[in-house]
């Protein structure tokens, strides 16, 4: 008669096997956005698990089942994120029944995992050595690196985004929240927990002042400012003066061209005859059609010529509302930079303003602003004035010489 025996696997045997099992699962089937909970931090687990349970004194069975749980506590991570820890006791129980694994030890096992879970509780001292080795990062001088892969990780896999420093902060806050569960590893780890307390402190220190930095930067104001603001005023007011420069130019130019204009054709239009002179030259006498286009040349240049004047012709803004009083010193309205609003206040009421404004460099740039904004103004009406001289007197040339070709084709 024949009997068939299952044999259980020896330690070195199912060690081996569920990290071979481990690393290919995670290699199959783990989502490559999960830069934290890999491999790498599974291995880092069972590497401190091992250790706990020699500081601990563990007897070889729960030595065994202490790595085992190690290797299998974030297996869950391959089929779901939230609540991964229930589906790595599923996986452990289905591959350890599968190995022959006695059934009492895998109940074991699987509690362990599920102690990992942060609502669970942990009653036994495997549970706590399991949940002290998951947490080892804490402990260990990679502890900046390996939070860095964690916040990167939730960015992708979980969509939630942290600003450097608020992710600073949480992680000091954690880290000063944190207590490992056994003695051991509080003995094991408490020395790098401080030291990485400290430089969480530190770093966030550090980042609180890039933060403040970059927001100086970016919000910087009246009240603290910088070349660039001083440089676009300067840049402003040149520009402003090279405008008023060119319309006065082209305003002098067409005064004097119309001018000349004026004088040539009301010379043409009165002659003196007999020591007298007379209302029209002979050749409009004799040629009356010829007043025409006359007409039209010497209306042109006088609307051009007037239309010059007034482009030309200073001028400088100022309010009707305004009366002597102090108050205008700080209405917002007004450039106290300005002679044509500051005559409008005595002399005590004018110092006293230019005082506050030296004082308040947000007044002062305010007053800046407002003299920009009223030369702009000014410039505004200068310009269409001045469109309006060159317009009228293109218009009137070309009228001038349409006519003179009508009398010519008359003549003809």
């Known amino acids: 008669m024949e009997t068939t025996a299952t044999l259980q696997p020896t330690k070195a045997e199912i060690l081996k096997k569920a990290k071979a099992y481990i690393t290919t699962l995670f290699d199959e089937k783990l989502p490559k956005q999960l830069v934290y909970h890999n491999v790498d931090h599974t291995v880092n687990t069972v590497r401190e698990a091992r250790a706990l349970g020699q500081d601990a004194g563990l007897n070889e069975a729960d030595q065994e089942a202490l790595v085992l749980a190690a290797w299998f506590h974030d297996a869950g991570y391959t089929e779901a994120y939230d609540g991964h820890e229930y589906r790595s006791m599923v996986l452990a129980e289905q591959w350890l029944q599968e190995q022959h694994y006695p059934a009492d030890r895998i109940a074991v096992i699987v509690e362990m995992i599920k102690a990992t879970h942060r609502d669970e509780p942990r009653t036994t001292q495997l549970q706590r050595l399991l949940v002290d080795a998951d947490m080892s990062n804490t402990g260990r001088e990679d502890f900046a690196a390996r939070a860095e892969l964690l916040r990167a990780e939730w960015e992708v896999a979980q969509g939630r985004t942290f600003s450097s420093v608020g992710w600073a902060e949480s992680q000091l806050d954690f880290l000063m929240s944190f207590k490992f569960l056994t003695s051991e590893a509080k003995s094991r780890y408490k020395e790098q927990l401080k030291e990485n307390i400290k430089d969480q402190r530190k770093l966030l220190k550090k980042t609180e002042k890039k933060r403040k930095e970059k927001d100086k930067a970016r919000t910087e104001t009246f009240a603290e400012p910088k070349r660039g603001i001083e440089t676009m005023f300067r840049t402003m007011y040149s520009n402003h003066m090279k405008l008023s420069d060119m319309a006065d130019k082209k305003a002098n130019m067409m005064i004097s061209l119309n001018a000349v204009l004026i004088s040539v054709i009301i010379t043409y239009l009165g002659t003196k005859v007999g020591g007298k002179t007379a209302v029209l030259s002979p050749a409009i006498t004799h040629n009356p059609v010829l007043s025409i286009p006359m007409g039209i040349l010497l209306l042109t240049s006088l609307g051009s010529v007037v239309s010059a004047i007034l482009s030309a012709q200073p001028d400088v803004t100022s309010f009707k509302w305004l009366k002597k009083s102090p108050e205008i010193a700080t209405n917002r309205r007004v450039n106290l930079l300005f002679f044509g609003n500051f005559t409008k206040l005595n002399l005590d009421d004018f110092q006293g303003g230019m005082r506050e404004l030296m004082r308040q460099k947000d007044a002062l740039y305010t007053n800046m602003v ?43």
Request: glycine share 6%; proline share 0%; no cysteine.
């Open 370 to 412: 407002t003299d920009v904004y009223y030369l702009g103004e000014v410039l505004s009406r200068k310009y269409r004035l001045l469109r309006v001289s060159y317009t009228i007197f293109m218009v009137g040339l070309i009228l001038t010489a349409l006519s003179f070709g009508i009398v010519l084709l008359y003549k003809i």
